[in-house]
Structure formats: structure tokens, C-alpha cells
């Protein structure tokens, strides 16, 4: 297991256009967590998922956005209607519950960019 | 609501010297985790370490360690021996533990470390 993947890498898109991501978290891991990114930020949670049930969302996850991770393993998060204020890099994490401390890994990020 | 503040949007720092960043947070909760992440150009973040609110003792990580003040609400990292891989954004963070559970980070805006040769 080489770590929490995420595809694509890069997106660019026009404004009004929908996008999808992809999330692949390290396998053993029952939680999954998606932040966003700006320029010159730190990470913004957007939303977290425990298995398959999506358990906290953010403010910042307007109705345009949405995410699922059928059947506990890969997740998804789309936008749709693109704004110019989508662009960002989208992060996803995972990590295993065990009622300690987890730890978040890091995927390497999908940077959007709406045109 | 917690927050994470990095008064430090820059630093630099001699290859081999020691260089300490700054993080403060606010939260009322007395259970919670601190974290520094390291994030190099163009590549994903990795942790760095970590903090356990309960814990008096200060975290260390080989040339890595915490100064961790809870009463102040100040977690420093100090890096010792700085080396050029050590370049990079480092983001503190923080993770409440209130009734046992757990969600999110909290990132402050990061400091950008430059290590010069």
C-alpha cells in the first residue's frame, strides 16, 4: 500500500462545468476526511466520512458540493456549477479510529482551477 | 469555536542551525491533540508530530520537538541541526477530543521555511 491517492491530479474546467474527484485512502483506514486548500491557507475541513456514513459537513460545503464513499472504501467529491471561487486544491486525508489519536494521512491533493 | 494562529508567514534559517516556529490556539476544551504537518513544494503533507493535550511532557521526534505551553495555549516547534530537505510550508494544527470523539483539523495559515546552504 503506497498511501491515500487521489485522481486527477490537476483539473481545469469552465466556469458552470461539473467536476468529480477520487479518493483511494490506505486500506485498513475507516475514516476519510476531504479539506480545501487556498493560496497562501492552511486547509479547510469541508467535510468526514466514518465507513460509508458521511458524519460531519462544513459551512464552506454549499449545496453545489457533494461527496460519497459507497460502501466504506473509495470517495468521491463533485461540484457542480463551478465558480471561480472553486479553485483550490482539494485534499483528501484518512485515518483508523481506534478511539486514540489518529493520525491523518495525507493524499497528494487535486488542484482545480476554473477558468 | 477553535482556532490556530501562525504569526510567522516566513522564515529562513542556516543549513545546521536550530529555528523554532510559533503556533498559538484558542479553544475552551481541556481534551485535545496538536500536530505539526509538513508540507514540501509540490508534495503532500506528512506529519511531523505530535502532542497530546493531557501530556506534560513535550513531544520529540529526532530534530524535531514541541514546546508546549498549555496554559499559554502556545505549541512551538524547534527543528535542530536544519537541513535543506526541511524546506517547506509547516502548518500547525489542532484536533479536539471533546466526549471522546474526534473530526477535523484545524490548520493555522503555516509558516514557509527556507533552509539556505
Known amino acids: 500500500d503506497t498511501g491515500v491517492s487521489q485522481n486527477p491530479r490537476h483539473k481545469i474546467t469552465k466556469r458552470g462545468q461539473n467536476v468529480t474527484f477520487r479518493c483511494d485512502p490506505i486500506?485498513?483506514?475507516?475514516?476519510l476526511y476531504w479539506y480545501r486548500q487556498t493560496l497562501g491557507q492552511g486547509p479547510e475541513f469541508l467535510t468526514y466520512f466514518q465507513n460509508e456514513a458521511q458524519l460531519e459537513k462544513s459551512r464552506l460545503l454549499s449545496d453545489r458540493f457533494s461527496a460519497e464513499r459507497p460502501k466504506g472504501s473509495f470517495s468521491t467529491l463533485e461540484i457542480q456549477r463551478t465558480e471561480q471561487g472553486d479553485s483550490a486544491m482539494y485534499l483528501c486525508?484518512?485515518?483508523?479510529?481506534?478511539?486514540?489519536?489518529?493520525?491523518?494521512?495525507f493524499g497528494p491533493g487535486t488542484r482545480l482551477t476554473v477558468l | 469555536a477553535q482556532t490556530v494562529t501562525q504569526s510567522q508567514p516566513e522564515m529562513s534559517v542556516q543549513e545546521a542551525e536550530t529555528v523554532t516556529l510559533s503556533c498559538t490556539y484558542d479553544?475552551?476544551?481541556?481534551?485535545?491533540?496538536l500536530f505539526w504537518y509538513k508540507q514540501p513544494p509540490s508534495r503532500q503533507m506528512i506529519l511531523v508530530i505530535r502532542?497530546?493535550?493531557?501530556?506534560?511532557q513535550n513531544a520529540t521526534e529526532n530534530r524535531f520537538s514541541v514546546n508546549f505551553q498549555k496554559a499559554a495555549k502556545s505549541f512551538s516547534l524547534k527543528i535542530s541541526d536544519s537541513q535543506l530537505g526541511d524546506t517547506a510550508m509547516y502548518f500547525c494544527?489542532?484536533?479536539?477530543?471533546?466526549?471522546?470523539?474526534?473530526?477535523?483539523?484545524?490548520f493555522g495559515k503555516g509558516t514557509k521555511l527556507s533552509v539556505k546552504p
Open positions: 494544527a489542532f484536533l479536539s477530543h471533546y466526549g471522546g470523539s474526534q473530526g477535523n483539523l484545524i
Open positions: 502532542q497530546e493535550a493531557y501530556k506534560q
Open positions: 486500506s485498513e483506514h475507516n475514516r
Open positions: 486525508a484518512s485515518s483508523f479510529s481506534s478511539g486514540g489519536m489518529d493520525e491523518q494521512f
Open positions: 479553544t475552551s476544551e481541556s481534551n485535545y491533540y
